[in-house]
């Protein structure tokens, strides 16, 4: 890497941080890209590089939840979390757990991002990533539950999207309790590994 290089990848990254200190001080929606700017010490042009307020805030979140999915890596968690003893409904309840927890901590931001990927207009690649490892973790989970192997995929579908559902649901509400989304998905968990023999 060029000297170059490296002074602009600090510069994103400095523009990354003093967005993200703003976002969670002043709110999204009182931070300006002016007012990342002149914390950041660079032009407007220097932080529309990285893209729009939304853009930035999306990129955030998609650092918390990579920051997630690595440590569980790291922990040797690619299946099913939880030990003997643990339902599969439970041990699906702690492989999402954290990311709720990311949004419950920082809730207005949560719905901020969840706004701009329902827009359309800003999509996620760690977002399509994770979907893909949890569907994955997922599947695995449930064939080790002895279901039938050509109910898994569908089933596995079926528990994606209604924790996505509870996500979306639980961000369109109030606080930051996440309690109510994890009694939903449960609900849906139970009804899904119960079922696997019908």
Known sequence: MTSRDAHREATRAKIARTAERLFRERGYKATTIRDIAAAAG???????????????????????????????ARQNQSTTPGGAGTSTADSLIELVRP????????????????????????????????????????????????????????AARTIYLSYLGSLFEWAGGSGADI???????????NFVTESKEA
């Open 42 to 72: 660079v032009s407007v042009g220097s932080v529309m590089t990285l893209g729009d307020k939304r853009a930035l805030l999306v990129a955030m979140f998609d650092r918390y939840i990579a920051e997630v999915h690595q440590e569980r």
């Open 99 to 154: 990311f709720l927890e990311i949004f419950s901590t920082q809730s207005d931001l949560a719905r901020e991002y969840a706004a701009a990927l329902v827009s359309g207009a800003h999509s996620s690649v760690i977002f399509k990533d994770l979907e893909a490892a949890l569907i994955t973790e997922i599947e695995s989970a449930l064939a080790k539950e002895g279901m039938p192997p050509a109910s898994v995929p569908g």
């Open 179 to 189: 309690s109510k989304p994890l009694r939903n998905l449960r609900l849906v968990l």
